[in-house]
């Protein structure tokens, strides 16, 4: 109100007026970009926030359900990322419980997670530079029940994401893996209570240091076509998720014990925020651990390939760019976030609008020409003559 009044104040020099006038659109076009960056960095606090989540919860797979994809946002995979695998064919065949740990879910839900941090286990994988290094075992408790290799690495993090299903032959047995590493909890007594006598897959009391679970299967699947999405943004780490569409059979003498376990878990409950996200896509085939994969779904397979990938031919899409695009605009935000940039900032915004305004009146007090008086002829009705004896004449 100050500063309306000021402004509109007869008394004000109009010069001045005219000079914070001119300089007033760029103040406000500051003030938007400002508006817009805090918009954008509402996520980045959000996410911010969730540094200590309970277990069963993990950081990456919460941003990837929550992840806003937009056309003018999705781009090819670099044809030149080279991605690579390692220990799936190797220390697959036989992970022991022993090494994993269960992180307990709260009253607040969340996924099955086993994490291990044994030297033993050295299962990558490795996106150009980057390596990450596999960390946890995760059986999801949202639909489609999926198996989750999660990995991480100083660049940034990774999952392998497989639905499950029941398979009559043939099927990966994992209860007495996952029984063995919740031994210390009621997990699975109590499953197998409310089951009854429909399953028999395990016993109650797993020995423990036999569990051992063969995630070589992982492998087949992704010898049908990977879908390899990598997610961008200022507010996280880069994710690479790679879900495989084929599935993973599960043995159907244990599927039910399995679905009753993750039954009893709660699925996650946590509030989700839209996260927008720059995505880029791309389709590769991972070799099984016989050396083959689907060459109707990956193409031929040449004797001369040694890479563990197939890659699709990337298409380019075009991103639109402008002057206020996210990029810019949320490095406009890092910059007013952090601590030591941010008030030479706004000392600079703020000598850049006072240098605009003053040399805007200067300008125009010294520098405008003053207007010239224009001649206006007028008319006049009469004139009075005054003659030297005294006498007057009035003349029409």
């Known amino acids: 109100r100050l500063a309306t009044s000021l402004f509109f104040f007869p008394g004000f020099p109009e010069t001045f007026r005219i000079a914070m006038a001119t300089a007033a659109p760029y103040s406000v076009l500051l003030i938007l970009a400002s508006t817009f960056a805090s918009a954008l960095g509402a996520e980045c606090d959000f996410l911010a926030e969730m540094t200590n ?28 990322m080279k991605v690579t695998e390692t220990g799936l064919c190797g220390q697959g065949f036989g992970l022991k419980a022993q090494d994993f740990s269960w992180q307990s879910p709260t009253n607040v839900g969340g996924d099955f997670v086993a994490t291990t941090e044994s ?13 990450t290094k596999l960390n946890a075992l995760a059986l999801t408790t949202l ?24 398979q009559a ?29 429909r399953s028999s897959a395990v016993p109650l009391e797993p020995v423990y240091g036999q569990g051992v679970l063969d995630i070589s299967a992982v492998a087949t699947a992704a010898s049908q076509g990977v879908t390899h999405l990598v997610a961008k943004s200022d507010c996280f780490e880069n994710l690479h998720w790679l879900s495989l569409p084929a599935g993973l059979g599960i043995d159907a003498g244990e599927w039910e014990l399995l679905t009753t376990v993750l039954g009893l878990l709660s699925p996650p409950v946590l509030n989700s925020r839209p996260i927008a996200v720059d995505a880029q896509v791309q389709s590769l085939c991972f070799l099984s651990c016989d050396g083959s994969w689907n060459e109707e779904q ?36 890092d910059a007013f976030s952090d601590s030591d940039t941010a008030p030479w900032l706004f000392l600079c915004i703020f ?23 224009r001649f206006v002829p007028r008319k006049v009705k009469q004139v009075e003559v005054n003659y030297p004896d005294a006498t007057r004449t009035m003349l029409r």
């Not at 030297?119 to 390596?131: A, H, K, R, S």
């Not at 198996?147 to 029941?166: D, M």
């Not at 006072?354 to 300008?363: E, P, Q, Y």
Request: aromatic letters at 10%; hydrophobic letters at 45%.
């Open 53 to 80: 989540l309970p277990p069963g919860f993990w950081k990456p797979a919460f941003i990837y359900r929550s992840m806003q994809l937009r056309l003018d946002h999705i781009g090819a995979v670099p044809s030149n």
């Open 119 to 131: 030297p033993d286990i050295f299962m990558t994988l490795q996106f150009g530079d980057e390596i």
């Open 143 to 166: 639909d489609p029940l999926s198996l989750r290799l999660q990995f991480e690495g100083a660049a940034g993090k990774a999952a392998i994401e497989v639905p499950l299903r029941s």
């Open 169 to 197: 032959q043939g099927g990966m047995k994992i209860m007495n893996w996952l029984c063995t590493v919740t031994v210390g909890s009621q997990l699975c007594a109590q499953a197998k209570a409310k089951l009854g006598n």
């Open 298 to 333: 990956c193409g031929p397979l040449s004797e001369k390939i040694t890479t563990t990938t197939k890659y699709v031919a990337p298409v380019e899409v075009d991103k639109p760019t402008g002057l206020l695009s996210d990029v810019r605009l949320r490095k406009f935000k």
């Open 351 to 373: 000598l850049a609008f006072f240098i605009g305004a003053m040399t805007a009146w200067w300008f125009v007090r010294f520098i405008m020409p003053e207007p010239t008086a």
